[in-house]
């Protein structure tokens, strides 16, 4: 037998078991005896449900990964994708998503130009596309120690244990700026014009970045948008952790959420502890590690 062929009979067996083991979860079967029975660990099962929850049966399929065919992207191809994520939603591409991801874009990629790149590629890409919430940490823990603390204590595992006890997912969400290339740091070669957008995004526990990207104002109907493609995304009930801004606390908000609070619950942050909200510290790594510490190259 070629190596070729042994390398596409593994990873038809490997697409196989994966397949199995999420319809056993599934199905019922805890995670712990689905890697029992199929002879894995039980990071490795728990892994597959991510990737199933986020792109389903497809995603689970065997790609290539790593350098992309044919070399890196070519400044026109880069130029496209930036324009499609601005002005476009996954679900409207025929792609198995309803928020931008690293994934979503990675297969947006593969289906538009037969580029296969890993999510960490694609989050790179993205990053010095400038598609990364820009708002800077609010270092505020000694303008309300008791308030952090009791929220601390109190609010944050009350809502895990909700969460845990209705299978739902904790996100924690934010707005900020994105930007283009004249006068910013992040350039995407190939676009002539500058322009400018603004992005919103959830990130869970586990790191898993969902964002929206939009160039009007942050109003109702843009938030609004945002919690209608997070749920669906997400596959799971979504507990939302958000701070005060005035579009999150507005009565327009609560009274979609009520009317939606078997799908999403939205909970506030006290003020001054948005520096506990891990998107914020996302923000706040790239500007001061990355973005931050780049030249401009336009």
Not at 48 to 67: C, D, I, N, S, V
Not at 132 to 160: D, N, Q
Request: hydrophobic content about 40%.
């Amino acid at each position: 037998m070629k190596i070729q062929d042994t390398r596409l009979l593994h990873s038809i067996e490997q697409e196989d078991l994966r397949s199995k083991a999420v319809k056993a979860v599934l199905d019922g079967t805890k995670q712990v005896e689905v890697a029992k029975n199929l002879g894995v660990t039980r990071q490795a099962v728990g892994k597959w449900m991510k990737t199933y929850r986020e792109g389903g049966e497809k995603a689970l399929k065997a790609k290539q990964r790593g350098r992309p065919k044919g070399g890196a992207l070519l400044p026109w191809q880069a130029a496209q994708i930036v324009k499609t994520v601005v002005d476009h939603y996954p679900d409207q591409l025929n792609l198995p998503f309803y928020l931008w991801t690293r994934e979503a874009v990675a297969q947006f990629m593969e289906n538009r130009f037969g580029i296969q790149l890993s999510i960490w590629s694609v989050g790179r890409y993205l990053a010095n596309w400038g598609f990364t919430p820009r708002r800077t940490v609010c270092h505020a823990f000694e303008k309300g120690p008791e308030e952090v603390g009791r929220w601390l204590k109190e609010e944050y595992p009350s809502i895990h244990k909700q969460a845990k006890r209705e299978k739902a997912r904790i996100f924690w969400g934010t707005i900020g700026n994105s930007y283009g290339r004249h006068g910013h740091m992040s350039v995407i070669p190939g676009i002539g014009q500058g322009f400018g957008c603004n992005m919103i995004s959830a990130i869970t526990n586990q790191g898993q970045l969902n964002f929206m990207v939009f160039k009007e104002r942050f109003r109702f109907d843009v938030f609004r948008e945002f919690l209608k493609r997070l749920a669906p995304q997400s596959k799971r009930k979504v507990f939302l952790i958000v701070d005060g801004h005035p579009v999150h606390c507005s009565t327009k908000i609560k009274n979609w959420a009520e009317k939606n609070v078997e799908h999403i619950h939205l909970f506030f942050l006290p003020g001054y502890i948005q520096v506990l909200n891990p998107d914020e510290m996302l923000n706040q790594d790239v500007n001061s590690n990355a973005v931050g510490r780049e030249r401009a190259r336009s």
